[in-house]
Every structure is written in C-alpha cells, then in structure tokens.
C-alpha cells in the first residue's frame, strides 16, 4: 500500500497578539507575511496574494486589482473543513474513526484529539498561531485590519468606486468576525484585535489580555451587524464570485454565534466561575441569562427570514436530475446526500471554496468511497489509505422508520441489532434482495440508507449499470470476500452522504463541491433550539423541526412520538423537545463537521465522548463473524478542562498577561 501525506498547508508565521514581542520584532513579522505572500499560492481557486513581487502597503492599495488581491489573501486564512485531517468538528467527535497504526495518512493532525494526544507544549490544531493543522487566525485578522484600515481611507485604490468599496469593506468586517468566532469557540475569553497596534507600541500594549466571554460575543456580533449592512444580499456573478459572503452569511454565522454564546458552556457556567485574569477581571458569567438564548432565537430567524427572501429552500432532488428511472424512496435519499454533496444546491447559504477545500476534496471523497459490486462487473480500486468510518454509535443514532429513537420505539424490536435477516423483494431499495445483514440495517429512517453505507446496502449513483435503482450498485463490506485490494473502514461503515453521487468507479474520479459551512437545515434547527430554550416548545419549534424532517421522509414530531414511542409525551416539554432538537441535529448534520463543536457547546461532551469506540468485525468472512461489535479505544474526555483549547505555553512565558484555560 502506498503512504500518503497530506501536508500541503503552509504552517503560518507567528502571532504578535498573543505573545509580547519588541516593536522591531512586530514590524518584522508583519513584512513576513508579505514576503510569504510573493512566493506562495492561495488558497482560493480565483485568488492571488497581494502585493504583486513588491513589499509595501502604498502599493497594495495603488489600485483596484490590487487591493482586491489583499481582499483575497484575508480569504485565504478560511479553514479547510474539507479534510478530516484538519477538521476538529468532523474527526473529534463521536461520529466516525480511522484506525491508521503505519501513519498511511499523518500522525501530527486532528485525528489524534480522540487519543487524548492534545497538550500544551504543541498543541493540535493551534487556532491562534496556524501550527499543527489550523489556520492562523489572528493573522488572519491582522491582515483584515491591514485592508480595513487602508480601503477605507478614500484617498487610496483612486480607481474604486464608492459601492464597491462599501462592499469590500462588509466582506473583510465578517472575515475579521469569523476568525474571532473560530478563536471564540475553542479557546473562550480570547483578546478582541479591533485595530492592529502601531509599530511604536509600547510593551505593555502589546501584551493583550483576554477579554470577558460576553464582550468578546458583543463584539462579533456588532461587528457582523456592521458587515451585513454593507454585504449583497446575494451573489450575481456566480462564475466568479460564488463563495465570496453575502448578507445571509453573515446573518448566519451571527445566529450561530449568538445560539453558541447562549449555550450551556457559555451561559450560566459555574465550572469557570473562578476563572479570571491576573488583574482579576472574571472571564466567565455564571449567572444564567434566558435572554441571550431569545437573543439568539431572534437572530436565527432573521436569517431564516432573509435565506427565504433571496429563494435559499430545502433542497429536494429535482426532476429531470436523471433519466433512470427511480422510486421515491431512492428520490428521498437524493433529497437527503445532495443537500451536502450537489454543488451549490438550492439550500447552501455558505459554501467553503479555498483552493485546499477543492483540492482535498476528493482527499474526503476518497476516505468516504465504498467498494461496489454488480451483476458483471467489479469495482475498481478506489482508495490507497485508510477509510474514515461512521461509529456504531452513530449508526445507533438514526432513528427508526417511525422516526423515534431505536430504544423508544414500541413497535419494533432492536433489543439484539447484531441478529441476522435476509432482506426480501420489499426491502430491494435498502439492502441487496435475498443478502444476509444485521437487524441494525433494517426498519431506518431514509436518512440512514442516504448517509450510511454499510454491508450489503443498496447504494444508488448517477452512473449505476441499471436505468433504474432496484437492484443497482451494492456494497460488499466483509473482509477477503471480494478481489478488489481497496481497504475498508475498521468500524464497518461508509461517509455515503459525503460522497458525490457523479463519482466515477471506472476512472477514480471525483466530483467536487463546495463543504458547506452553513447550510438551511442547520438553520432551521438552531432557530427550533434557541426558540425552544427561551419560550418552551412553542408551535415555531415543532414547525422547523418538522421541515427537516420532512424533507428527510419522516412523520412529525408531534405523530411519530405519539404513535410510536414508548415516551409519548416527550415533545410537549422543553427538556424533552432539547433531547429531540440535539438528536435531530446529529442526524441531519452528521458527517458536517458540526457534531463536535454541539457536543462542545451544550457541555454533554463529558457524557458522550467518555466511551468506547466501537464497529464490526470487519475481517469476519461471514455474516455472523463479520456481525459482533469489537471496541477499538477507551476514549476518554477530561471534565471541564476539554472544553476549552489550551494556550501554548510558550505564550504564557512570553506574554505574562495571558493566562491559560482551566486545568491546562
């Protein structure tokens, strides 16, 4: 098998923020950063870093070209959410695992969070200085505050209209906003760099202190106020300018940070009721506030309501997307992989469009790929590194058809879900007719059969062999039964949602899309959690939570628990609806990356990431050794000190100021 390595990015200089540094070492950083840029590509497939082989401001801001260009590098610091390898939402959590001892992929990246590898002499995923898998945030913001201070100074860039102007502006506000919000979330209390300081600062200006949970939240949010109000409401030349930030982004990302922000973490958290500066400043609120949570409920639905005006809907799998000839039930699970994977489908409000999520795109892809098999035909090698693979607790997850959790359920029986079941001609659309499978994959909801691959599962693509879908391709999961080397996930699972459905088995080829970072249905279930903790269970709460579901071919809230859960009474109470909101956003999200940062939020990380890791037995041969549940590592989730990143010791010893987050 051939290694591997997926070490692309470019590690970032480091941040002046964050540690005291002399004003001749500031100066000198910050002309790096411009000479890094000569020499080096961006990550935007429509970007070029500013300045072109010069190295002073007066010419980044001579002309509109380029200024544009340093628009775009402060683009380039966005993450690459795309690769598991660097996205801590995605491969941090509960929701999927690679088994990779001979490093076919890298050892020195997010990957190794779940084997508690995380510390404060190097940390994983460094948000602030951009080492070990991140990007540097606060030069990210540095560089915003370079362009806002220069663009919006009329005497520059002579040949920039008053329009465009404003617009960029609005552009680099939200930048400047999302790198806070992206510090904000892992690290808490984090110093605000309104305005970068000057070459003459003195020490103690430079050594920067953490600011309080709530101003740090006050000053994201006013500052995408500030930005929404200069942005487009929607993007018109989509040829060259999709992924650039429109109004509802930004209106977005506010109610992701003001629903963050509300959270449990955040509001109301006696755990850091002690935490303070060394001036003594208290870092954390304790006292609960049920305001912030209508704050946050009010922000979502401004959203919503502006996604809805500029035609942002649910996407649903058009007709006319193929000629075969499919069922519905194969035409709801379209419905449901696309919204994720169909390039800037109806429902994508932010899509992610660096160079690196494109070009590691088919890196994901390829971790997601299952092996198929048909009648005359056998798939060829898709893959030459381990597999990222779905948890069995995530296939747990899943609902029913009835669209009630497995363990609620009183009408089906999964008390043993390793039991064996052939699947007959009614089941054709799902599993392989007449193959053997585990209990498990039987009576789901059509979210499982869209997102999960798994052992003898029906797994529909626009280049199946069939005009139609019954009977297409299908997947063979148990080990030395098929010719094909390509390896397996070890936990028995496919990323199907993730993966395109135009992919090409015969030539390897991927289709790429944009990772989305925001799309509607996140939306709509953030508005149903923010309205839910602020008023109860209010008709809105159930209305959105059931447009998901919906479009996912489900019953509502309201039917499927009084018909069918053996709790049905669950909805009507605020705790109960906060049980099904959380649990229909691992469902609809899974695979996005978001999982990890709502465990992280809600502060039930301690309970679900203190568990094992566990799959089938992926080498059995046969159904009934392939189907007995094997843990692969006891992880293990320190309480309160993983909520919140550590600091690099390194800083602290450099900037006295700073102080490091609890436990550390």
């Not at 500052?223 to 209106?251: F, H, V, W, Y």
């Not at 006319?320 to 489908?345: C, F, H, V, Y």
């Not at 508005?527 to 919906?550: C, I």
């Not at 309160?640 to 450099?654: A, F, K, M, S």
Request: glycine share 4%; net charge neutral.
């Amino acid at each position: 098998m051939k290694h591997i390595r997926y070490n692309g990015k470019m590690q970032a200089a480091g941040n002046p923020f964050w540690a005291s540094v002399s004003r001749a070492k500031y100066y000198a950083a910050f002309m790096l950063v411009l000479l890094m840029a000569l020499g080096t590509s961006c990550k935007k497939a429509y970007l070029d870093v500013v300045p072109d082989n010069v190295s002073t401001i007066a010419n980044a801001f001579a002309s509109k070209t380029e200024a544009e260009k340093y628009l775009f590098t402060c683009y380039s610091y966005l993450p690459t959410d795309v690769d598991p390898t660097y996205n801590v939402g995605l491969s941090a959590g509960d929701e999927v695992f690679v088994l990779d001892p001979a490093n076919h992929i890298r050892s020195t990246n997010v990957l190794r969070l779940v084997y508690g590898d995380q510390n404060t002499s190097d940390p994983i995923a460094n948000f602030k200085d951009g080492t070990r898998d991140a990007s540097a945030n606060y030069k990210a913001i540095r560089d915003c505050n370079v362009f806002l201070e220069n663009i919006s100074d009329l005497s520059k860039v002579p040949d920039l209209d008053i329009d465009t102007r404003n617009r960029w502006i609005g552009e680099a506000q939200f930048l400047k906003a999302f790198y806070h919000f992206i510090l904000f979330r892992a690290y808490g209390p984090i110093p605000v760099i309104d305005q970068n300081l000057p070459i003459d600062a003195s020490i103690d200006q430079i050594r920067v202190k953490r600011q309080p949970v709530d101003s740090v939240v006050n000053y994201i949010s006013n500052l995408l106020d500030a930005a929404a109000a200069k942005l487009p409401a929607s993007i018109t030349n989509s040829a060259s300018e999709l992924g650039r930030i429109t109004k509802p982004i930004a209106l977005s990302l506010k109610a992701r940070l003001l629903t963050t922000a509300a959270s449990p973490l955040f509001n109301g958290n006696s755990d850091y009721g002690s935490f303070t500066n060394k001036d003594g400043t208290q870092l954390f609120n304790s006292q609960y506030s049920v305001a912030k949570w209508q704050r946050a409920a009010d922000a979502c639905k401004a959203a919503i309501d502006l996604c809805t005006a500029q035609g942002i809907v649910l996407y649903t799998f058009p007709a006319g997307a193929t000629t075969n000839t499919l069922s519905d039930t194969t035409k709801t699970q379209m419905s449901i992989r696309n919204a994720m994977s169909e390039p800037w489908n109806s429902e994508l409000i932010w899509g992610l469009t660096a160079a690196n999520n494109i070009n590691y795109n088919s890196f994901l892809q390829s971790m997601a790929v299952g092996q198929f098999d048909f009648p005359n035909a056998v798939a060829s090698k898709t893959a030459n590194h381990p597999l990222l693979g779905p948890t069995l607790k995530m296939a747990r997850t899943f609902y029913t058809r009835n669209g009630v959790p497995i363990d609620e359920d009183k009408t089906l029986d999964f008390s043993n879900i390793a039991a064996l079941r052939t699947a007959t001609h009614a089941e054709r659309f799902y599993i392989k007719e007449g193959e053997i499978t585990a209990r498990l994959n039987y009576d789901r909801e059509p979210r499982y059969y869209a997102d999960m691959g798994f052992d003898r599962g029906v797994w529909y693509m626009a280049n199946s062999p069939s005009k139609s879908d019954e009977n297409t391709f299908w997947l063979m999961a148990r080990g030395g039964e098929t010719s094909q080397s390509s390896p397996v996930p070890v936990t028995g699972f496919y990323m199907k949602k993730d993966l395109n459905w135009h992919f090409d088995w015969n030539s390897v080829t991927y289709v790429p899309y944009p990772f989305p970072a925001m799309r509607l249905a996140d939306l709509y279930l953030l508005y149903a959690e923010a309205l839910n903790e602020a008023q109860g269970p209010v008709a809105d709460v159930y209305t959105y939570v059931n447009k998901v579901r919906a479009r996912a071919g489900l019953q509502t809230v309201q039917t499927s628990w009084s018909n069918f859960s053996t709790n049905p009474s669950k909805y009507t109470t605020q705790a109960g609806m906060r049980s099904i909101i959380q649990r229909e956003r691992a469902i609809e999200l899974c695979f996005e990356g978001q999982r990890y940062w709502d465990l992280i939020r809600w502060k039930t990380a301690g309970q679900e990431l203190n568990a094992n890791i566990t799959g089938w037995t992926v080498s059995g041969q046969t159904a009934d050794l392939y189907y007995r549940e094997v843990s692969f590592l006891s992880r293990h989730f320190m309480v309160p000190r993983d909520y919140l990143w550590p600091i690099q010791e390194n800083d602290l010893l450099v900037n006295q100021n700073l102080v490091q987050n609890p436990n550390w």
